[in-house]
């Protein structure tokens, strides 16, 4: 392991103090690097330990960075800043103090999953297969959103001293953890599932048109699939690969999302030599995003925390590392507190299995969110995963 990292959310800091908290960070807890949060989905978080005045902290999907303006389309879709970074810019303060306490920096950036966008910008929108606009994720077909990702990469690549920038949700991902939750009358099955999360906006089904995709044939095929679902009649197929086999159309559709994904992420690579690192969710039928093929275009993987503890956790994990050739490709990211983590012996064990595999990076979620006892679980942790040399296999 190189890199021991805490994932952060800049008013944590702020409130903390900058200087202050990543002294505790890098010095008591011995962590290497932080990845902090510079556009973030909806915020809804109570602490349990206090930082500042406030113990909840509430903020719609933001840039919590200052942008720079002129990099951004003029006529084009551009950030939209939380109004408490004002007109001062907290992640230019933290970089600093990162480099004079020699702490690496990481920014974090989501990319597609922002509500606030959406309102904004409705029609950037992903769009369900019966019209109806997808209220919390950007379109990364829409040539405009493309644009605005670019920008962004670039802006926080070239302001700012980083080390890496994470992306998340640079993909089609609408619909996989918890935003599968989507109330309906019906529990849909995986194949029902990932065909509603499917995006049909103008950009999409242009994208389709100049590829020779029936568009119109795909939409009635995925109809067909989910109004059986609706009436609940049973699926005729178990799975989704199952269908795939048999529907050229729907397969050709779905080729066209991972292009999509891919080519997103090939023209957004930062050219200043950053790392560029992705965020990838376990179901590539609802994210687009194939590891293999997109890890000649970026730097690496993370393999977030939001499903440990589920019992296809480690499978997940051992797909991205197969996918993306190695375990030093693929950054892990560990929860530090209950109920995901439920002891300090359960994050030391994680992290030294995560280190002893040979992944280059290991993240704690989060900094902020974590309760006291718990920075000692990730110091740790991370003394224990030093230690050790890792075993040569
Ligand atoms: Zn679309």
Redesign the pocket.
């Known amino acids: 392991m190189d890199q021991a990292f805490f994932w952060c959310y800049p008013w944590d800091l702020e409130d903390e103090g900058i200087e202050a908290s990543l002294a505790r960070m890098a010095g008591e807890i011995g962590v290497t690097a932080v990845s902090v949060a510079a556009t973030c989905r909806d915020i809804d978080q109570l602490r349990a330990r206090r930082i500042g005045e406030r113990r909840t902290v509430r903020f719609e999907a933001a840039a919590h960075f200052q942008p720079d303006r002129p990099r951004y389309p003029k006529r084009g879709i551009t950030p939209a800043t939380a109004s408490w970074v004002k007109s001062r810019n907290p992640l230019a303060k933290i970089a600093k103090e990162a480099e004079r306490q020699g702490i690496k920096l990481r920014a974090w950036a989501v990319c597609c999953h922002s509500s606030t966008m959406v309102a904004r910008y409705p029609m950037a929108s ?2 369900d297969i019966f019209g109806d606009p997808i209220g919390t994720w950007l ?4 040539p405009d959103v493309r644009e605005y990702l670019a920008a962004l990469v670039e802006d926080l690549t070239t302001n700012y001293p980083l080390d890496a920038i994470e992306l998340e949700a640079a993909d ?1 991902g609408h619909g996989t953890g918890e935003l599968s939750a989507r109330e309906c009358g019906v529990r849909l099955g995986p194949v029902a599932r990932k065909l509603l999360s499917w ?3 103008s ?2 089904r242009q994208r389709a048109s100049i590829a020779s995709v029936d568009v119109e044939a795909v939409l009635a095929s995925a109809k067909t699939h989910i109004e059986a679902a609706f009436r609940l009649e049973p699926a005729p197929h178990e799975t989704f690969d199952a269908l795939l086999a048999v529907d050229a159309g729907l397969r050709a559709y779905f080729e066209l999302r991972c292009e999509t994904v891919k080519t997103l992420v090939r023209d957004i690579r930062p050219p200043s030599g950053v790392r560029l690192l992705l965020h990838v969710e376990p179901d590539i039928y609802i994210s687009g995003a194939d590891v293999a093929d997109l890890r000649e275009h970026c730097d690496g993987f993370v393999k977030s925390a939001s499903d440990y503890g589920t019992p296809q956790w480690q499978g997940h994990l051992d797909n991205i590392v197969d996918q993306a050739g190695s375990a030093t490709a693929v950054d892990v990211g560990l929860p530090c507190y209950p109920a995901l983590m439920p002891s300090s012996d359960a994050l030391v064990a994680a992290a030294h299995q995560a280190s002893q595999s040979g992944h280059r990076a290991i993240g704690f979620h989060h900094y902020g969110l974590a309760p006291e006892p718990c920075l000692e679980w990730v110091r740790q942790a991370v003394r224990y995963a030093r230690r050790e040399p890792v075993q040569s296999s």
């Open positions: 992903c769009v379109c990364p077909g829409n089609f995006c049909f906006c950009s999409c």
